[in-house]
Every structure is written in structure tokens, then in C-alpha cells.
């Protein structure tokens, strides 16, 4: 199964409460911080939501 590398790469300083939610439940809370997620609809959702604010990559 592919994997994402999912990057906070903008503050969540002043953003929607919903979108400091989603972050926090990739494990983002604080500019710099990375993640592995699986690459599923759940994910990408999330992904969708707060997009903006990440940098995402795929792994092998």
C-alpha cells in the first residue's frame, strides 16, 4: 500500500477550528512537523480540507 508524507508547511494560527482539528488528527501541530499516512479516502480527505496548508508527497 503507498504511503503519503504529509508536511505542515503553513501556521494554523488564525484558521478555521475545523481546520486545526483535521491537522491535529494527521499529528500536525506546529510548522515544520511530518507525517506518514496510508494513501486512502480518509486521508485524502483530510488532505482535501487543509491542502493549502501542506506539502504532500508520495512514497513507495
Known amino acids: 500500500m503507498a504511503k503519503l508524507n504529509i508536511k505542515l508547511v503553513k501556521s494554523l494560527n488564525g484558521r478555521l477550528a475545523k ?3 483535521t491537522a491535529e488528527a494527521l499529528g500536525l501541530r506546529k510548522i515544520g512537523d511530518t507525517t506518514v499516512q496510508p494513501d ?3 486521508t485524502r480527505g483530510k488532505i482535501a480540507q487543509i491542502g493549502y496548508l501542506l506539502q504532500v508527497t508520495e512514497e513507495q
Open 19 to 21: 481546520h486545526k482539528a
Open 40 to 42: 486512502n479516502e480518509a
